[in-house]
């Protein structure tokens, strides 16, 4: 892939590769065109922040600097985890372009993702293992398995649901079925502090002009609205009004409605907050019987070759 797009941290350099350690406050950064090998930078990005790096995808230092820099850390999160009784969630995100992992218990302690169309069969095993080696955590030590649930793209829930199904033959770790617009919703449910009773609408592309549409409200008490499929232009008529907060990517149909952009993507981490709730309330599903909320039927495309 020539480009990776990564999310949040450093969107402002799109030809990076991006890692998040998660709890005091330090940042490595190595520029691109910077002729020193590494570039310390203590940056308060939030409480939880321990350890990030970037790098250019093809910066030579990738290699060497990303198992160096996991040697220093991982004992330490492997040991804090154990140490506080914490669940251990393996969380993945694959229902759209993203492609992310993230290790967490009470709080996100690892985060990667790719930001890039067809990468999801070639890296998402990798970017799973890789992250639990670089953390010190086996594979059987984890408790649970959290997958974006869907709806999104067929593909990248089929992929996302037989690695999690395969993690899972063996018990634990239990899976964790999160719904993609359930997920984005109660990670924006912040923004009902400011606006109460205002619902939030998560909108997520389909196809040929279509969208997902779901409500949802936490106030005066919580109430989650049917998943509906709807044109564009009905969603745009409905929704794009500012009596609506609407968050995920299909938020830019409706330019008039509130919004904040950090919402308006798929992370890997709304999917690792939200398992969290499902962990402590035990919602767990049968692995075996599990299918992604695919939404509509696939429907394979004619090739330009066959026509």
């Given amino acids: 892939p020539k480009v990776y797009q990564p999310q949040l941290y450093n969107s402002h350099f799109p030809h990076y590769f991006s890692v998040v350690f998660h709890s005091p ?40 600097a990303f198992p160096i820099f996991a040697f220093f850390v991982a ?32 709080q996100i302690q690892y985060a990667a993702q790719f930001d890039g169309r067809y990468l999801h069969d070639r890296f998402l095993a990798e970017i799973a293992y890789r992250a639990l080696r670089d953390i010190g955590i086996a594979p059987e030590q984890v408790d649970a398995v959290a997958v974006s649930a869907g709806p999104g793209s067929f593909t990248g829930l089929r992929i996302g649901a037989a690695f999690a199904k395969g993690f899972c033959l063996t018990s634990p770790p239990v899976l964790i079925a999160v719904p993609t617009a359930e997920a984005i919703a109660f990670a924006a449910q912040e923004l009902t502090r400011w606006f109460p009773e205002t619902p939030i609408v998560v909108l997520l592309p389909s196809h040929r002009n279509k969208v997902y549409a779901q409500e949802f409200r936490f106030a005066p008490a919580p109430s989650i609205g049917s998943l509906e499929l709807l044109d564009s232009a009905e969603a745009q008529q409905r929704y794009d009004t500012p009596d609506f907060i609407v968050v995920g990517p299909g938020a830019p149909l409706c330019p008039a409605a509130k919004t904040v952009s950090l919402f308006n993507r798929l992370d890997v981490r709304f999917i690792a907050h939200r398992a969290l709730a499902y962990w402590e309330e035990q919602r767990f599903t049968d692995p075996a019987t599990f299918v992604p909320l695919y939404g509509q039927d696939f429907v394979p495309g004619q090739s330009q070759k066959s026509r």
């Fill in 25 to 64: 406050a330090l940042k490595v950064f190595l520029p691109r065109r910077s002729s020193l090998p590494l570039l310390l930078l203590p940056v308060a990005l939030d409480s939880r922040t321990i350890l990030s790096f970037s790098l250019p995808v093809r910066s030579p230092f990738l290699p060497v």
């Fill in 75 to 106: 004992e330490n999160l492997s040991i804090s985890m154990a140490e506080r009784q914490q669940p251990i969630l393996l969380a993945i995100e694959t229902s759209g372009d993203a492609c992310g992992v993230a290790v967490s218990g009470t």
